[in-house]
Structure formats: structure tokens, C-alpha cells
């Protein structure tokens, strides 16, 4: 005879809690609040504690009439096992005073019930399903889907012990006493640093631009320099390939423009550096993942791999938005497709509690508007992308469009910070060296070294700036 398992349940403690609920009005609030009619295993139970949810969300207590009145008028009274039934939970218990020790046991085997269902639409999908990142990917959505149910909050008063206001009191004494102890990820570019006070955890950054203004330099440069610091970066790029970011972030990192390589004609000095750039490559802990088919539910699960694996991760990019599908299958609109990916990219980076750097387009009509600075209504496809974004930036570059101010700041680049959820917004200007792929801090000063290996003259040699790598002609 096959060996059939009854899910777990306590009809014992299931009475007991609608029991309490029925002689305790003091209770009911608190239970509503703890428990939910699928927590039941009884269907009788479930159809009770439903009627219950009824009567109180009328603002009426709940008692052996109003409960029997709801009941009748669902049909559902003989269900139930009729009055009798009623009057028997009404004195399953003599007090309800252990009601959280019942809600417990009821939640309890609620979780280790839907834990077994969970496995089992595993175990199926493992078998009908060949592809392993599909079957994994579903195996963490539905035991993060549990987890998820189950996270609660309480209201808390905002001055109690160890409540919100005694936090915040907290912070701003160990900011008082270390102006750098609350300071985020350092990006590499003072100015952005010091508006933004670096790169926070659990915030969503929005850097968007018009096509080939230099959005993907720009956040590679920042993924580069804080990789280089001993940080754990992850970027996954839906637009080009591993070896592509690669051939920028070294080509950047060793400040050797991308065209020597390439044809071959590099001298014995940038070969130096290219191998010095290598080598601080290798050692830093930069991740790229080049899928074209990324979801915010497989950037999630690829993220808490990597942080099992390194046991830290500080930093994501996705480049970019656009391009990213979301979970299901496309959804009535594009529009509304990209409002479920920014919303679910933005609850990816409160639970990997790192910042999360998403690139995006920007509409063409910056195009056809004077000045061409670009403004939080161009951005493509959702309004709910400014809406989730804790802060959107906005690369803006004037030679693109003959803006340039004056003759005397060639490759200014503008950072414009149209949002900023806990600072102030502004406009950062940045020097865009083109032929590394990088951008620089604007007063950066270069020490210049002539290579007597070239006979033009017009090699350049590294220069330390403030930690930062930088070239020159």
C-alpha cells in the first residue's frame, strides 16, 4: 500500500483560535491582523474565519449571533457543520488568553504546507522543463513567494524604545562625530560624491541619455572605480557582450585609446599598461553577465548567488531598461511592462540592499526642444520609472548639439541630477576623453610625460590624481 502523508494541521489549534476570537473581542484585532483564511487547513475553518473577516471589517464585534447572521447569509451556516458547530467553538476554550500560542501553531503549518506545495510545483517543473536556469529561477520565485507572504510589519510609535525616531537620532550622532561614517559607495567623481554623499543601499539610480552620449562609459567607469576599491560589482548587460565591456573597462582603465589595439599598433609603453590594467582587473571583483534575456526575477536570483558565493555584493548596473523583458510574458502595453520591471528592480534593490544603477533611454524630444537639456518627461515608455528611481541623472552632452558655452571647455559633459529622493538636485560637469572611453573629474590637472619611444611626441603617459587614473594630451 502506497504511503499517503496528511499535510500538517492542528484541527485542535484551529478551533482554538476561532474559539478565542468568538468569547475575546480584546483579541480579534490582533488575530485579523496575524492570520488569513488560506492558514486554515479545515475548508469549514477557512469559510468561518472568512465570515469573521466580514463581520469586522463592518466595525461589528464578533460574536455567536453576528457570526451565525453572516454565515446564513452566505449559505454557507450548514457548510460549516450548523449552529452546533458554532456553539462548540463559542466553548472549545475557556479563555483566550494563549490566542498568540494557537495563531502560532495555525501559521506554522500554513507555512509548512504551502513549503510542500512549493516542492511539489518544483519537482514537476523539474521534470517537464529542460532548461535549468528556468527550473532554478522558478525554485527561488517560489520559496522568495513564501517569504514574501510572510514578511509583516507592525505600526510601532515613532518615539519608543528602539523605535524610528531613537534611529535617526542615532545616525545623526555618528555622522556628528564621523562625517564619513554614513557616506555611501564612492563613485570616483568628487562632485557627483559630494551632492549624492556616494551611492546608497537599497536605492534605485536611473542614469539616462540620448543614444551615444556615453551613459554605458559612464557607468562603467563607475562600476570600474569602485571594483578597483574592493567592492563586488555586478553588471548585466543586455546590449553588448562580455568581451565588448571588457575591451572598454581595460582600454579605459589603462587609458590606451581603442583603435591601437585593435589595429594592432600599440608601443611597448601601452603595452605596459595594458597589462597593468589587466592586472588590477583581474584582482578587483567586477562580474558581467551578457544574457539578452534577463528578468528582474534572474537578476535577483544571479545577485543572492553571488553574494552566497563572495559573501558580500555592493553594487548593481543593468544596461539597459529598455531592453529588459519582464516576468510572464509581455503585458497589455510596453508601458505597463516597464513600469512592472522598475517597480520589480526597485524591490530587488531593497532586498539585496545595494544600490541598483539602471541605464536608460531617453525619448527623441529632446531633439526638437531648444537647449536640448533633457528633463524627467523624456523619459521613454513609463512614468513610473521617475516614480520608483530614487535619483534619475541625466547625461547631457552640448557638443552633440553645437551647445557648447565657450571655446575653452572642450569634452564638458553634464550630469544633471533631476531627482534626488534625499538631497539636492544639480548639475555636475564631467571632461569626456573620448578615445579611452572615459570620463574624468572637470579640474582634474595632468602631469604630462613624454614617451622617447614615439617619435611624434603625441604618446601620453599615466598620471595619479587623487587615486584617479587619467591621461592627457
Not at 101 to 122: E, F, H, P, T
Not at 235 to 251: D, G, H, I, P, T
Not at 266 to 295: P, Y
Amino acid at each position: 500500500m502506497p504511503d499517503f502523508k496528511i499535510m500538517p494541521h492542528s484541527l485542535e489549534a484551529e478551533q482554538a483560535v476561532l474559539g478565542s476570537i468568538m468569547i475575546d473581542n480584546f483579541c480579534q484585532t490582533e488575530i485579523m491582523t496575524m492570520l488569513n483564511p488560506e492558514d486554515f487547513y479545515a475548508d469549514s475553518h477557512k469559510s468561518i474565519f472568512e465570515a469573521m473577516g466580514k463581520v469586522f471589517n463592518k466595525n461589528i464585534p464578533i460574536d455567536f449571533v453576528t457570526l451565525v447572521e453572516e454565515l446564513e447569509r452566505n449559505k454557507k451556516l450548514e457548510l460549516i457543520g450548523g449552529v452546533d458547530y458554532i456553539t462548540f467553538l463559542s466553548n472549545v476554550v475557556p479563555s483566550a488568553v494563549n490566542f498568540k500560542y494557537y495563531c502560532d501553531i495555525v501559521k506554522a503549518n500554513s507555512v509548512r504546507r504551502m513549503l510542500i506545495k512549493s516542492g511539489q510545483n518544483i519537482i514537476e517543473k523539474s521534470y517537464s522543463n529542460e532548461d535549468k536556469d528556468e527550473v532554478l529561477n522558478f525554485a527561488e520565485a517560489e520559496i522568495f513567494g513564501i517569504s514574501e507572504k510572510e514578511e509583516a510589519t507592525t505600526l510601532e510609535h515613532i518615539g519608543r524604545t528602539n523605535g524610528a525616531l531613537k534611529e535617526v537620532v542615532d545616525k545623526f550622532d555618528k555622522i556628528a562625530k564621523d562625517p564619513n561614517a554614513m557616506r555611501g559607495l564612492p563613485t570616483g567623481f568628487k562632485d557627483l560624491d559630494a551632492m549624492t554623499n556616494g551611492l546608497q543601499k537599497s536605492d534605485l539610480i536611473l542614469l539616462a541619455a540620448r543614444p551615444s552620449v556615453g551613459k554605458t562609459s559612464l557607468a562603467m567607469n563607475i562600476m570600474t572605480n569602485i571594483a578597483r576599491a574592493g567592492k563586488t560589482c555586478a553588471v548585466f548587460s543586455l546590449e553588448m557582450s562580455k568581451a565588448q565591456l571588457a575591451q572598454r573597462a581595460l582600454c579605459s582603465v589603462a587609458k590606451v585609446p581603442m583603435g591601437k589595439p585593435l589595429s594592432g599598433s600599440m608601443q611597448a609603453q601601452e603595452w605596459k599598461r595594458i597589462w597593468a590594467g589587466t592586472k588590477q582587473l583581474e584582482n578587483s571583483k567586477l562580474f558581467i553577465d551578457d544574457s539578452s534575456l534577463t528578468t528582474p526575477a534572474t537578476l535577483l536570483s544571479k545577485c543572492r548567488r553571488l553574494k552566497a558565493k563572495e559573501g558580500s555584493l555592493d553594487v548593481v548596473m543593468v544596461d539597459y531598461l529598455q531592453l529588459m523583458k519582464s516576468e510572464g510574458g509581455a503585458k497589455e502595453s510596453r508601458q505597463n511592462e516597464v513600469s512592472a520591471i522598475s517597480r520589480n528592480l526597485k524591490i530587488a534593490a531593497k532586498e539585496l540592499n545595494v544600490p541598483i544603477i539602471v541605464l536608460s533611454q531617453l525619448s527623441r524630444d529632446i531633439e526638437k526642444r531648444e537647449g536640448h537639456k533633457p528633463q524627467l518627461s523624456d523619459l521613454r515608455d513609463s512614468g513610473a520609472i521617475e516614480q520608483d528611481a530614487d535619483i534619475v541623472m541625466f547625461l547631457h552632452n552640448p557638443e552633440k548639439y553645437n551647445d557648447t558655452p565657450t571655446q575653452d571647455e572642450p569634452g564638458v559633459v553634464e550630469l544633471i541630477l533631476a531627482k534626488h529622493r534625499n538631497g539636492q538636485t544639480g548639475t555636475v560637469k564631467l571632461r569626456w576623453i573620448g578615445e579611452y572611453t572615459t570620463f574624468v573629474n572637470i579640474d582634474e590637472k595632468v602631469r604630462i610625460e613624454k614617451n622617447p619611444d614615439v617619435k611624434d611626441e603625441k604618446e601620453v603617459a599615466l598620471s595619479e590624481v587623487e587615486g584617479v587614473d587619467i591621461f592627457e594630451e
